[in-house]
């Protein structure tokens, strides 16, 4: 199937046949007709790359009247980031459409403009929640004429907390409007979305819910913690020709391992929300360029990338929220290519993996981070295939040949190839030279439950706490939490279990007291926790296991949950970045 064959105006046609488009995509070609009827709610399930952006773009732009003056459509997206890559493609898109205006409507810039554009008719607006919102109890942005919303990576616009921002946004637009949302992954806030402002959604998925690319090979790689950064560099130098997307889980780590990889000589960035607008163009023109080859980014700064060939996605640090696992991995194998997605985790973190290949769809496969000499004959054998394969201009090196055939004349042949080589390699041999294993072996999945366990014994004290799931907290949350009430560092907490109404975790018995005097009258956004010491099984030694909660105390718990409605508190912060 072509795009001649969805129904689309010659003028859309003309500008998608310049930019080099012949075939759809499996998501614009069951979209692209169901959305030009312009009768019909639609949900569209895809994974990020897969063209989305054009499978309601088009549709839209078409339905639209250009000759009306007044806001007709509204591309709701997460950040600036993608509003602004969300933008630039329309636009591509319309460019034979004589007096469309579209306008992108973003925070972190200046209202001015924005607001001057709009009130000069702007057709379509494409725009994140909190600026549009804005601009609209301002009166510059009017609802009256909207006819179709698209709420664009929905996904990850809930779990950055913007539900209440969409929920007012759609009770502003007019009850005929057509609602199209497009998601990698269906949480259940889009789910409530979908039955609360859609009418009969048609549903299009490209393959089956919250489940990654099949063209992805999933690895995780075991470490202890102090050796991420060590173990990063090895995959990093595995790879000689790696164009990669590196994820950390704050701003100040992106910073700190982008200068870390730079100083070392490597072709590295950062990209986290910190950056000004011209910053953050220059730094993703130098990777589009390939100036760079690596990017270090925050989760809600990697939104908006629109780069085809990153060959590997590395998780430095696994994310807050289990469902932009999808999202990151969904980095690298666009355009139907292959890809890598690879994981560091540390024996605590390797728990949540059932989690991640539950919601994902995957399977991960365990890796082994190289070895030094590995690393090292990888990297040899490349710098001489390169060598080799090196074109020579003969006629214009022939002035300058007999200056370096005297200056290495004193030179036997195995001493030429010795220093050639040794320009690119000596680094490489400096850095392995004497390396350690950084793999560790004492983890293992246990055949029961499908579940991770580190089978090493180790002395702990087990804690509970009266949240849990219903709670919508995650395991870093609870980290988070722990380590800013009582001062004690991350890696003293051991493993972490949430239940549906209440949660345990272990900590080191050195700083179990600190522990329980810290978190005794402490508050989880404004909500009073119960922490209550569990007795470790003598007769395991010093081993974590737990008694049973008594009846008395169970009871007492379940009856006030039940008797309570309980807040819907965001305990994680899904904005950092």
């Not at 925050?298 to 060959?311: L, Q």
């Not at 000499?373 to 040899?380: F, H, V």
């Given at each position: ?30 979209a692209?007709?169901?959305l ?16 989305k ?28 980031e ?48 909190g ?63 979908a ?30 913690e ?11 130098d ?40 011209e ?51 969904g ?32 399977r ?35 002035a300058?040949?007999p ?113 329980l ?49 309980r ?11």
């Amino acid at each position: 199937m072509t795009f001649d064959a969805l129904g689309l105006h010659p003028h859309l046609l003309k500008a998608i046949h310049a930019l080099g488009f012949e075939t759809p995509t499996p998501i614009q070609q069951t979209a692209i007709p169901r959305l030009l009827e312009g009768r019909s709610d639609l949900v569209g399930l895809a994974q990020t790359g897969t063209g989305k952006t054009a499978a309601f773009g088009l549709p839209m732009l078409q339905l639209i009247n250009p000759n009306k003056a007044a806001a007709q459509g509204v591309v709701i997206c997460p950040t600036r980031e993608l509003c602004l890559q969300i933008t630039a493609d329309l636009t591509r898109f319309a460019r034979h459409l004589k007096q469309m205006e579209i306008v992108a409507v973003y925070g972190g810039a200046g209202m001015a403009d924005q607001i001057r554009r709009i009130k000069r008719g702007a057709q379509l607006l494409v725009a994140t929640p909190g600026r549009l919102l804005d601009l609209m109890h301002r009166g510059v942005v009017s609802t009256a004429h909207v006819q179709f919303v698209v709420l664009d990576e929905a996904d990850e616009m809930f779990s950055m907390g913007f539900q209440e921002d969409i929920d007012e946004i759609l009770k502003r637009t007019p009850g005929t409007r057509r609602t199209w949302l497009f998601s990698a992954t269906m949480p259940a806030a889009a789910e409530r979305i979908a039955k609360t402002y859609m009418k009969d959604p048609i549903e299009v998925s490209t393959g089956r819910r919250n489940m990654g690319a099949e063209n992805i090979g999933h690895i995780y790689y075991v470490i202890k913690e102090a050796d991420r950064y060590a173990a990063l560099k090895r995959l990093i130098d595995i790879e000689p020709d790696i164009y990669g997307l590196i994820f950390c889980r704050t701003r100040a780590e992106t910073r700190n391992v982008a200068e870390k990889l730079s100083q070392e000589g490597y072709p590295a960035e950062a990209l986290h929300g910190d950056l000004s607008q011209e910053q953050r163009s220059r730094v993703m023109r130098g990777y589009r360029d390939r100036a760079l080859r690596i990017l270090v980014a925050t989760d809600v700064a990697a939104r908006g990338i629109d780069v085809e060939d990153i060959s590997h996605v590395i998780h430095y640090n696994l994310p807050d929220e289990t469902e932009r696992y999808t999202h990151r991995s969904g980095r690298t194998a666009r355009a139907g290519k292959s890809g890598l997605s690879l994981m560091l985790v540390n024996s605590r973190e390797v728990r949540r993996l059932p989690e991640l290949e539950r919601l994902s769809g995957v399977r991960f496969e365990r890796g082994e981070i190289p070895q030094g000499r590995d690393i090292c004959e990888k990297q040899l054998l490349t710098i001489v295939q390169k060598m080799a394969d090196v074109e020579v201009k003969h006629g214009d090196m022939a002035a300058y040949l007999p200056l370096a055939q005297k200056a290495l004349s004193s030179l036997s042949k195995e001493e030429l190839i010795q220093r050639f080589v040794s320009v690119e390699f000596n680094r490489f041999l400096k850095d392995y030279h004497d390396s350690q294993d950084l793999n560790v072996r004492s983890v293992k999945r246990e055949k029961r439950a499908g579940a991770f366990t580190d089978n090493a014994e180790r002395d702990v004290r087990r804690f509970f706490i009266n949240i849990g799931r219903l709670d919508k907290i995650n395991e870093g949350a609870i980290v988070r939490w722990v380590c800013d009430k009582t001062g004690i560092r991350s890696k003293t907490i051991g493993q972490i279990h949430l239940k549906r109404e209440f949660s345990f975790f272990e900590v080191d018995t050195r700083v179990a007291d600190k522990v329980l005097s810290g978190l005794r009258n402490a508050k989880l956004d404004n909500r009073s926790v119960t922490i209550k010491p569990v007795d470790n099984s003598p007769s395991e030694g010093r081993r974590s296991v737990a008694k049973p909660i008594s009846k008395k105390y169970s009871s007492r718990t379940n009856r006030r949950h039940c008797a309570k409605k309980r807040p819907a508190n965001r305990h994680a912060d899904p904005r950092r970045g």
